[in-house]
Nanobody, 127 residues
Framework: QVQLVESGGGLVQAGGSLRLSCAASGRTFSRYTMAWFRQASGKERGFVAA????????YYADSVKGRFTISRDNAKNTVYLQINSLKPEDAAVYYC????????????????????WGQGTQVTVSS
């Protein structure tokens, strides 16, 4: 098990940028596939981005490609989500997720693929 704590959310104007962080506990962070999901009010939790153990492979939801960047620093046990060109529809609670399953081994875009979740961080976009 790994404990995940997100931070970096807040209120940002449309068109602005934000960087979310997810700090993980434990010594084996480099063996976890990491991902970001988001859940807007009244909607289901949806996939945003995922990154492989080494950080060399990344996947994104179509709605965020070109605007969001997921990255990780295994020395700091942290995964990041850089959000640029924010849109009102990006407003949601953003959750960090982790699994020991390799990124290529299953449906990385499905919440049930992941075993560990953070508490979430709110991103609000003003237009």
């Amino acid at each position: 098990q790994v404990q995940l704590v997100e931070s970096g959310g807040g209120l940002v104007q449309a068109g602005g940028s934000l960087r979310l962080s997810c700090a993980a506990s434990g010594r084996t962070f480099s063996r976890y596939t990491m991902a970001w999901f988001r859940q807007a009010s009244g909607k289901e939790r949806g996939f945003v981005a995922a990154v492989s153990w080494s950080g060399g492979i990344t996947y994104y939801a179509d709605s965020v490609k070109g605007r969001f960047t997921i990255s990780r620093d295994n020395a700091k046990n942290t995964v990041y989500l850089q959000i640029n060109s924010l849109k009102p529809e990006d407003a949601a609670v953003y959750y960090c997720a982790a699994t020991t399953r390799p990124l290529y081994s299953g449906p990385y875009g499905v919440p049930t693929f992941y075993d560990n979740w953070g508490q979430g961080t709110q991103v609000t976009v003003s237009s």
